[in-house]
């Protein structure tokens, strides 16, 4: 599985914009860039996606670099309720066999959001 | 309605009981999955059906056994309990293809003693 590297930890002030980075240096082609987030004691969130180019939706923005090496998922003003921890995941759509793009979650970055 | 709703959402239970946790998705969803959250908080994938076919089947204990009786539900069944079972486990599901996201159930937080 393709690898990301996100930071342990960020912290932000309520109503301010956060960019959470996500490093994909080995990314393949046919790899999307998944981000969710995992709110405490609540099953992992679907937040958005993107293959090549930035992406928008109502909870946020997705920024892909042009070599699409890293991707940056911007939140556009945090509130007390974006605290959570947020994966960067990539999903290979060439995948078969035993692997059928499977996510396959890091350790992800949590995000503190301070009042 | 939940989309993807597990029951149930607690389980206490001992040592070398049998367990099930059920699954239904009410999204129209042909593919369904199961992850175990350990207390490290890893998110680690163990089974996937996709229309009542095993497609994943990540190395996991075979006291783990997934049944999909149709394509809105997948149930875990869990031989022989042991300690390190103790976790919270996940159901998902989502559309066929690539360009879609998983939908998460709330989770099954199972303790074995």
């Known amino acids: 599985d393709a690898k990301t590297t996100q930071p342990n930890s960020m912290e932000s002030n309520e109503e301010e914009p956060v960019h959470l980075p996500c490093n994909h240096s080995t990314i393949s082609g046919t790899d999307y860039i998944h981000w969710y987030r995992q709110l405490p004691s609540q099953g992992p969130e679907y937040v958005i996606h993107?293959?090549?180019s930035n992406v928008n939706n109502r909870m946020a923005s997705l920024a892909i670099a042009e070599d699409r090496k890293s991707s940056t998922l911007i939140l556009h003003r945090a509130t007390l309720r974006d605290a959570a921890v947020y994966y960067c995941?990539?999903?290979?759509?060439?995948?078969?066999?035993?692997?059928?793009?499977?996510?396959?979650f890091g350790q992800g970055t949590i995000l503190t959001v301070h009042p | 309605d939940t989309a993807v709703s597990q029951t149930p959402k607690y389980l206490v239970t001992q040592m070398g009981n049998d367990k099930s946790i059920k699954c239904e998705q009410n999204l129209g969803h042909d593919t369904m999955y199961w992850y175990k959250q350990d207390s490290k908080k890893f998110l680690k994938i163990m089974f996937s059906?996709?229309?009542?076919?095993?497609?994943i089947n990540e190395t996991v204990p075979n006291r783990f056994s997934p049944k999909s009786p149709d394509k809105a539900h997948l149930n875990l069944h869990i031989n022989s309990l042991e300690l390190g079972d103790s976790a919270v486990y996940f159901c998902?599901?989502?559309?066929?293809?690539?360009?879609?996201?998983?939908?998460f159930g709330s989770g099954t937080r199972l303790t074995v003693v």
């Open positions: 993107g293959l090549t």
């Open positions: 059906y996709n229309n009542k076919e095993l497609i």
């Open positions: 998902a599901s989502s559309r066929d293809g690539f360009n879609y996201g998983y939908t």
């Open positions: 995941i990539l999903r290979d759509a060439n995948a078969g066999g035993t692997s059928y793009g499977k996510l396959t």
